[in-house]
């Protein structure tokens, strides 16, 4: 399965999207594509309250996307509670499809939520250096960064590296100032 995540960099006009391919929303409301979608909630590394992040997957819900896409999430042992408690409390409301992004590789703890995890997130540049330490096979990465004429050079890398799912773009990284509204 491939699965496309453009909460950074959104996909060229000119990329196909087809049944395989999931869509990171920025936040409800925001629907331009008929396509399976999954909800960004930015976690904040954890610093978010629990209460903001719950309202955000009932705002998700309402507005009818498939699953989440944790954004910015722990990776240390001390945030597996708060992430478990989200995850349990997201397919409680049908949203069973989570994909977490801690952008670098989890303590164990966190594969027994039975998620996807992005084990790499950052540019080209650090990815073709990047060891791989810590990652398992089917693990998400997502790459930016990347020289147009080396995007399918990229993609294939990240193949060889093992990737189940992710975003090769030559977009550079679009972080945005402010938590999604939990309207």
């Known amino acids: 399965m491939k699965t496309l995540f453009p909460p950074y960099a959104h996909p060229s006009p000119e990329l196909e999207l ?8 920025e936040q409800p409301g925001d629907r331009r594509t008929l396509h399976q979608s999954l909800g960004r909630i930015d976690l904040d590394w954890g610093s978010r309250s629990l ?4 309202a955000d997957v ?8 498939e699953g989440l896409f944790l ?3 722990p990776a240390g042992s001390g945030g597996v509670g708060p992430v478990a408690l989200t995850v ?11 994909v977490l992004n801690p952008g670098v590789p989890t303590h164990p703890l966190y594969r027994d939520l039975g998620v996807r995890i992005c084990t790499f997130e950052g540019p080209w540049s650090a990815y ?15 790459v930016y960064g990347v020289p147009a ?9 990240m193949g ?18 402010t938590a999604p509204a939990a309207a």
């Not at 090769?168 to 100032?177: H, L, W």
């Open 160 to 177: 060889r590296r093992g990737a189940g799912f992710g975003l090769a773009t030559d977009a550079g990284p679009r972080i945005p100032a």
């Open 18 to 25: 087809d049944a395989e391919t999931w869509v990171v929303r």
């Open 71 to 73: 954004d910015r999430a």
């Open 128 to 142: 073709q250096s990047w060891d791989g330490d810590g990652v398992r096979p089917g693990d998400g990465h997502i």
């Open 88 to 98: 349990r409390l997201a397919a409680r409301r049908g949203l069973h499809r989570v």
């Open 51 to 54: 209460a903001d992040v719950l």
């Open 149 to 157: 004429p080396l995007l399918t050079a990229a993609r294939r890398l």
């Open 58 to 65: 009932d705002a998700w819900r309402a507005d009818g996307v």
